[in-house]
């Protein structure tokens, strides 16, 4: 049976752009291989989530993985925890955290500890412990900002944050705002008295005390969240699924879903990741696993940057990466798409769709002859929302029959 | 931020008429300014509520403006009422009403009251009054037709009707269809009782019985109706919005969102509208609103009454109002569209979809540079259900991201 290829180039769809008179970074690229497939396959358009959703890369890749975002996608605490590379897991609680600055008397100076911009990692790799039966990991990030996740039976993500959201005021104790939650806000309290020994006696900040800057001496919690229960993605689909990305929040989403995760030396999750190595990998999984996730990020960088000509050039490097991706046609089912645009005019996510190719050999291939925003509006899966899984199983000839 | 322009050409769907060469009355008509903003914008074809749905103009502006009618559209009462100009509140009750002729032993003898045409007006002054804490309001419409609305606490809308729908029986007491309403079915018992007392002796009806015309002297209520508290406009969207129309269903609704009305002197809602000073208020509001929904219901006229030429002479004058449109775009996202289709054979709705466009500055435009049914059918856009909101609110920059 055939393999699926789904290859996810993130933030892709773009809008005009005037360095580029007036095109997308991915019409104006030399990318003779995406517009191959595009030539021998079926193309359209694609909302990652539904028509107008600004989506996330989050709720995007749960929701092309087969994962109804609006069922599965619980905030945003569960999600930067895995950006942040922590281990989650399904029943985990996770928050957002800042280090801040507080006083003795528990008055918060500063939320985020004079942006503190380096020790973080050293303070973090002290607060993880275990209390009354409660894992606790915390992981640092850019500057402050931190992720906490607990692990343990009866959690609850009911309760208060820490964080008083201002300064000039004392550090809130953390409560339940529900009845199933006292003993989530009660171990969560102790941690943090134990967390507040340890940040104020703490190498890092003493040291920082001596150069006049502000503590990182409190971890402030923010938005808790409840890991969903994702179910097997082989249990789903019976397909064996594995991902290769070099962005933690993706493959902790897979890893929740069971799928395994490839390692690729050089792929950084950056514009100067190694494209070829990824595809070398890709090409050799696809003998191996029935369903391949692979994301490549370097054109969702590009277009926060704002910068075009960088997105034009990452994409003409990643269609230089695929070459002799068109042998595989015979024996797997490929897909490119992204997960959302990041158009360099917003230097941000919008809600335009994304263009999107499936293609395999004996595919009904439509007219369509490029493989760019504009072109794929006129290919014969325009405009889809979602369903981008269920379409793969069918032309991979593996969808269960519904009905007889 | 860019302000939203939603035009809703009410009706505007046609199909192929012979007295036009087999063309719709839009591709007929000439229409340079709507082409223009095809030709610079995103068409497609658009189901306002979804495929194969022949939606009315309650319903659609509905979901055009974000409120899902199968939660929010709650049968036809509330919405002729606000059609009659009623104001009509969330959790109020209305009916359809007819003015009919009972005679003395409650017998009714005629459901129209032999067409009645003039007066009704005055007889529906008189029933308005306050029972037992309840205010009831009464407005006439076209011949014997009329609404009522009652606002106080404690109501629902689970009555039986008053109206026998057959002629040759009693008027039927009201009762209740379920515990709660036993109130209401109470005071509208009530309440017919007053009415009968003030129909039997009013000098319109004393006056049609000396002209030897049958006495409209019951208001047979049906259908009744529980008004929709519909979120507010502001606070689901962030948008302050307004609306223009000469239509009170639609004003109604604006209203029952808390959208600002505003009045344009001249906007009639008949083929006779002044179309310029439509169009000057609403370039005007751009500067005060972030959306603005403006309905022209000359092109359904003109439909209802099958004249196709009419309709496409509704168009070109409209076209010919808008001129300048196209210097607005780079401060708004303007969409035109119709509400459903009124097809010149038909006389009334049809579930075919209508045409629509979407521009604004940097917007990615497609290849279509016409903007009618059969030409928009090759747009970026085709094939859309609902979602116009969201994807203006997109267009605009102003989607709150769903993730990270």
Known sequence: MKSILLLVLDGLGDRPNPELNGRTALQAAFRPNMNHLAAVGQTGQMHPVKPGIRSGSDTSHLSLLGYDPEKFYTGRGPFEAMGLGLDVRGGDIAFRANFGTRKENGEITDRRAGRINNGTELLAK?????????????????????????????????????????????????????????????VLNKYLTETRKILDTHEVNLERKKNGESPANELLLRGAGLAPSLPLFREKTYLKGACITGIPMISGICRLAGMDLIDVKGATGRLDSDFSAKFAAAFKALGTYDFLVMN?????????????IAKKNAIERIDRAMGGIEGHLDDSVICITGDHSTPCVMKDHSGDPVPIVFTTSGIRKDSVRFFDEISCARGSYNIMSGDVLRILQQLSDRSEKYGA
Request: aromatic share 4%; hydrophobic share 40%; net charge negative.
């Open 296 to 308: 490549i990020k370097a054109t969702d960088v590009a277009g926060h940057d704002g910068d075009a």
């Open 126 to 186: 002290d607060l993880s412990m275990n209390i009354d039966g409660v894992d606790f990991f915390v992981r640092a990030g850019v500057e402050h900002r931190a992720a906490l996740v607990m692990r343990g039976n009866n959690l609850s993500d009911l309760v208060t944050d820490s964080d008083p959201h201002e300064v000039g005021v004392k550090v809130r104790e953390i409560s339940a705002t529900g009845e199933s939650a006292k003993f989530t806000a009660e």
